[in-house]
């Protein structure tokens, strides 16, 4: 059982948002754009534990788009769609009823808070509004408790004491998972124990020296107090209760030297969340429930980055494969986590991403989704590649500059602070596809996409008898996929369009271009530092003193004797303490294009 | 209770089956199951425990069980039954007619995604405007007939020929073109009526297999009752939900009971599904009602081979009256010697305990005019009613039942009540609507606490209160809406309930102390002390033209009304009748003739 997708009208941040979701959903968003609000949405149709009186919202939980006072037609709806429980009958079940589609089976969970019918004002007050949960599309199929009980969401709030809760009976994570081994632990058995603990904890009264501290505190109780008032005490374990013997054990670490309260902070979390998932998992197990839905609020608090990948690379990949046991349930657990970390977002399935931000007039929140991106699977496969190493942070900048290669990845922030651009200040990311093949960076990230602003850089790639690898690149491949069924039809237009699309050309290839921009010493230091072939080193000075290249080939094959990326890190030593300021046209004009 | 907690009530239940072998083994069965059970072999009780053990041992929650019966009556009856373990009507367990589950169950949820043709938003005809586009297609199809005449064939027909493009759908000039005008015209007015929803119904399960992977992931076991009843169409979806889709089925009925054929119904359906090499099928053989002499009667009549025993240690009595001055005399030997001696008989034997059963409302209306006269209070089960008991109209008999007194008793609940309300109207979907309308309900029923207020006045005042107006509002709800004027129309000045009263009202289902009148169709499931069968004439049963399964249906229907007797029976015949205005002398009815023979009597 998977949410497939969520339609929220009219919700606080939410003007109108509709996104599809992949097997989990990671939401991603600046603060204030509106992540708790969207699981408190989900939370309306689905959380067991949220009353009634919680889901009468108020005048104020409406969308702030709409003009006040309200009118009789003002309604927040938030729909859910389940996908992938036709397999299992108690999923279906549950579902049945709620149909909208047959094949493949999709389920429909609507929440709606709107004016009381019949109203003889304006509906201006809380009192005069109610809510409705229903299904598959018709109001008159109320549901409830019977399908919330059944399938719930919770959630797991970002301020939370996962020690504390550990430490506390009550609320531990651990306790419904000993209730549940209690119940097959034989009655005698425990009995015998506890009589056994009483024993020995009795030996620890007896000792002499502890006996005759209690003889000293009755002593004394009896001169203050007086023979008749004081009370007889003793010192010992409280009696060993065989019910409450189980409750008496603890989590230990480190060879069982060390209990939760000695633990970190994020080892806490790490183990208040194993213990959870856990108990979820034995809820569905023991016919309890179908399904949870199961919300985390950041869920990086207080975890190293390193632990974060790690832990929800766990949760987050339960794509069906080969290698999980027959055995082994499907998903029992539906992972909806909101964060602002990039680890946990380098190790989310691209289409469980959900991006949230403003729209054009900053007045509501929009969300895009990985889901409904279409990647073939290599595709999708080379950009969660690409997430996992480049830590993701592309999905959290303002602006992303797709390059080639190291080399531009090096370079590009330096040449853009020479002419005055502070990258990082701009929240500008540059992200090398490490080669030429722009599509699964440019779907992804471009206007079908995510729909974050992007520039792509690429070089001009000159070819004998005029042609440019460049533009055919362009005109074929990056043009298509950023604009699909949009794209214009013939070449030069798609040529022509390029750069208002945010694609830029160079002149030659990007280190050609860098030695016509003027950084003719910094080059030639760069060699001298690196290479090893004297003739190359000595070209390299040639051509700084005459500002021209020889042949661009033999240039390039010169720093193909250091590597083009070893090349470009030293060379971005130089340049950054080079006279020149210049900086190559072509990046001025992406860096102009993703800040507008 | 909630409906989803399981109860344990069933388990003192079952110790009593374990008494009875073949009760007890219907009781463990594990997989298809099919119950033949005689005349009083306790077979609401088997199915009622059993349903209730599936529940709470085989079905674990969400998942439910369905239970299917004849018609509302039995619905009623089962509910009550049930209710009495533990098990309510509610999300886990669906009880009810073919038609309402094919309604709420399949079509509701179903066809529009099913792609069925129906009208949106679904309209149920009324019985007045099925009447009208009937007769509107009879006059286009078979010219000056006279649709009264031609309804019920045609009601056979659509229900028995399912294959429309089978030979013996096509090769009907008659009936099959009628059917399809008749739908033609429904649909054009935008409607459906009841027969149309079973048949979508079905169509809906046969055709998607997504619809009953549905019903079976939501219902794993399908309880039907009164099978022998229930024709054709429920006799295929049992088979495509059963036998293709995987659904678990646990039957019950009587094919020897079957007397319904002019509906649909088949007594070879159970038998084939009893004969099913894949169904356990269990024959209950013990009689805990009748004597022994009236068993052996009545199997007699019956004309089969049956090994019912008698359990009761009370021989019976089974006696024949000649009258023969006509059905008149018939009447007062009944109400002037064989009832007071009756009464007489038996200490603390009530009216209540006494059914008279005849073949027809004509003769009911004759009967009943005669025990008016005589002063005697009365209950009549038959189309006769002045009202069909819909199941508004028989939820508004609870709630003038609790006006007239259940109340203190809690008897049925306000709350049982208020929630079959909500039921009769979906189109409520707000809280806020529905409160207000709960308000409604509740201020009508403590407004009119008083059993000797006049029909009239209480459904008036319950119009008054808005609640017939909720109903009239539902458009899947016109026929329910149409009932109810025509029985406020029968409660005023100057018409048959007149002198009806809430507590009249609401005692409708058989008061200790009221004579039955009955017609034997209706008399299915009762039973009584002392069953008095008027108008017994060869000609009249079995009718004077029948085919050979007519006849055979004829001996059911004498059998189920002698079976309905504990301890007497009493057979009335004159040797003559009239008939359309002429008088046939062909004696008394060869069923009385071989009973009397064979026990020895006249």
Redesign the interface.
């Known amino acids: 059982m998977r949410i497939a997708h969520i339609h929220i009208e009219n919700f606080r941040n939410f003007h109108v948002l509709d996104v599809a979701i992949g097997r989990s959903a990671v939401i991603l968003g600046e603060n204030q754009i509106g992540k708790t609000n969207l699981l408190y949405a989900l939370r309306l149709v689905l959380d067991l534990s949220l009353p009634d009186s919680a889901r009468q919202l108020r005048v104020e939980d409406f969308w702030d788009g709409i003009p006040r006072p309200l009118t009789v037609d003002a309604r927040i709806r938030v729909s859910v769609d389940v996908a992938d429980f036709e397999d299992d009958e108690g999923h279906l079940a549950v579902l049945a009823e709620h149909l909208i589609q047959p094949e493949p089976m999709v389920a429909r969970l609507t929440y709606e808070f709107g004016p009381i019918p019949g109203l003889d004002h304006e509906p201006t007050n809380d009192e005069d509004f109610e809510f409705l949960t229903y299904g598959g599309d018709r109001p008159e199929n109320r549901i409830g408790y019977d399908v919330r009980k059944r399938i719930p969401m919770e959630v797991l709030p970002a301020l939370r004491d996962a020690e504390g809760d550990l430490a506390r009976w009550a609320k531990s994570p651990l306790k419904p998972l000993i209730d549940r081994a209690k119940a097959n632990v034989a009655r005698a058995d425990l009995d015998a124990l506890a009589k056994g603990v009483s024993k020995a904890t009795d030996k620890v009264a007896e000792l002499q020296p502890i006996s005759d501290l209690a003889s000293r505190i009755n002593d004394k109780l009896k001169g203050t107090a007086g023979a008749s008032q004081a009370v007889e005490t003793a010192l010992g374990f409280s009696p060993a209760d065989p019910d409450k013997l189980l409750r008496a054990l603890r989590l230990l670490f480190d060879g069982k030297t060390r209990d939760i309260s000695e633990a970190s902070l994020g080892t806490a979390n790490v183990l208040y969340l194993a213990l959870r998932s856990l108990d979820l998992d034995s809820l569905v197990d023991d016919g309890n429930r179908e399904h949870t839905f199961f919300g985390i609020e950041e869920p990086e608090a207080h975890l190293h980055p390193h632990l974060q990948r790690l832990v929800y690379r766990s949760y987050l990949r339960t794509r069906p494969s080969s290698t999980l046991d027959d055995a082994q349930p499907a998903g029992r657990v539906t992972y909806l986590l909101t964060t602002h970390s990039p680890h946990i977002a380098s190790v989310t399935p691209v289409e469980s991403l959900i991006l949230l931000r403003k729209d054009d007039q900053e007045k509501a929140t929009v969300g895009v989704s990985g889901a409904s991106i279409t990647l073939t699977e290599e595709e999708r496969d080379d950009i969660e590649r690409y997430l996992d190493v480049s830590r993701a942070e592309g999905l959290f900048s303002r602006g992303i500059l797709l390059v080639e290669g190291d080399a531009e990845k090096f370079l590009v922030p330096v040449l853009a602070a020479r002419a005055g651009y502070d990258l990082d200040a701009l929240g500008i990311t540059v992200c090398s596809v490490a080669g030429t093949n722009f599509v699964p960076y440019v779907k992804f990230f471009g206007p079908n996409g995510l729909n974050l602003p992007i520039a792509i850089l690429t070089d001009y790639d000159p070819q004998d008898g005029g042609r440019s690898l460049g533009e055919d690149r362009i005109a074929d491949q990056i043009i298509p996929a950023m604009l699909g069924d949009d794209a214009p039809k013939k070449r030069g237009d798609r040529l022509a369009g390029a750069e208002a699309n945010g694609v830029f050309l160079n002149n030659h290839t990007f280190e050609v271009d860098l030695f016509q921009c003027g950084y003719y010493w910094s080059i030639a230091r760069t060699m001298t530092d690196l290479c090893s072939v004297a003739v190359a080193v000595e070209r390299a000075k040639t051509r700084a003193e005459s500002k021209a290249l020889e042949d661009e080939e033999t240039f390039l094959g010169d720093i193909g004797y250091v590597g083009k990326g070893r090349f470009a890190q030293r060379l971005a030593a130089h340049v950054f303490e080079s006279k020149c300021k210049k900086c190559p046209d072509y990046i001025l004009k992406a860096i102009k294009h993703v800040t507008q | 209770m909630s409906p ?1 907690k399981p109860t344990t009530n069933y388990l003192s239940a079952a110790a009593d089956l374990r008494r009875n072998d073949r009760q007890w083994a219907a009781y463990e069965s594990r997989g298809h199951c099919v119950v033949l059970a005689g005349p009083g072999s306790g077979k609401t009780k088997v199915l009622t425990t059993k349903m209730a053990r599936m529940l709470a041992e085989d079905v ?5 069980i369905t239970c299917i019966t004849f018609n509302n009556q039995c619905v009623k009856e089962l509910k009550r039954r049930l209710g009495k373990l533990g098990i309510e009507d509610g ?1 886990r367990a669906f009880i009810g007619t073919v038609h309402s589950f094919c309604l709420r169950e399949v079509v ?3 066809a529009k ?2 792609g069925a043709n129906l009208p949106d938003p679904l309209k149920v005809a009324p019985p007045s405007e099925q009447d009208q586009l009937f007769g509107h297609a009879v006059e286009a199809v078979l010219g000056n007939e006279n649709p009264q005449y031609v309804r019920t064939p045609f009601d056979e027909f659509r229900r028995t020929v399912l294959d429309r493009t089978s030979k013996e759908w096509t090769a009907n000039d008659r009936y099959a073109p009628l059917v399809t005008k008749y739908e033609q015209l429904l649909a054009d007015a935008g409607k459906i009526d009841f027969d149309g929803m079973a048949l979508t119904g079905l169509a809906l399960i046969t055709t ?1 297999a ?2 009953r ?6 219902y ?1 076991i399908l309880v039907v009752d009164e099978y022998q009843d229930l024709g054709i169409p429920l006799h295929q979806i049992v088979a495509h939900l059963c036998f293709d889709g995987g659904m678990r089925l646990f039957a019950v009925g009587d094919p020897d009971q079957s007397i319904y054929g002019f509906t649909g119904a088949r007594p070879a359906l159970m038998n084939e599904l009893a004969d099913r090499e894949d169904v356990e099928d269990i024959r209950l053989r013990l009689n805990y009602r009748c004597g022994k002499t009236i068993i052996v009667a009545s199997t007699t009549a019956l004309a089969e081979n049956r090994d019912f025993e008698s359990v009761e240690d009370n021989k019976g009595v089974v006696q024949d009256y000649q009258c023969e001055r006509g059905f008149d005399e018939q009447v007062s030997l009944a109400m002037e010697t064989i009832v007071p001696d009756a009464l007489a008989r038996r200490e603390g034997r009530k009216l209540g305990d006494i059914g008279i059963l005849y073949l027809n409302q004509y003769d009911g209306g004759t009967i009943s005019q005669a025990v008016e006269a005589a002063g005697i209070e009365y209950v009549r089960f038959d189309q006769g009613n002045p009202y069909q008991r819909t199941p508004v109209i028989s939820w508004l008999e609870d709630c003038a039942s609790w006006c007239a007194g259940g109340l203190r008793t809690s008897d049925p609940r306000l709350s049982t009540l208020l929630q079959s309300w909500a039921r009769f109207t ?2 409520l ?5 529905i409160a207000a309308c709960h308000r409604s309900l509740v201020k009508f029923l403590f407004g009119t606490r008083n059993p000797d207020m006049r029909l009239a006045e209480w459904l008036s005042a319950f119009a008054k209160h808005g609640l017939y107006a909720q109903i009239k509002i539902d458009p899947t709800m016109a026929d329910e809406a149409e009932s109810l004027k025509l029985l406020h129309e029968a409660s005023k000045d100057g018409n048959s309930l007149a002198q009806y009263t809430v507590a009249n009202f609401g005692g409708q289902h058989g008061s200790p102390d009221r004579l039955n009148l009955t017609t034997i169709h209706s008399a299915k499931g009762l039973e009584y002390d002392v069953v008095i069968m008027m108008g017994l004439e060869q000609g009249r049963i079995p009718y004077y033209k029948v085919s050979a399964h007519q006849e055979k249906e004829a001996r059911r229907l004498f059998y189920v009304a002698m079976t309905r007797a504990r301890h007497e029976v009493h057979l009335l015949w004159s040797g003559w009748y009239n008939h359309k205005g002429n008088r046939y002398s062909n004696g008394r009815s060869k069923f009385v003739d071989e009973v009397m023979n064979q026990i020895g009597g006249g």
């Open positions: 989803n674990r929650p969400p998942r439910g999300s509701l949820p179903y995604l099913g998607h997504w619809v992977k549905a019903l079976k992931a939501k794993p979906p189109a979907t707000k809280d806020s609507e």
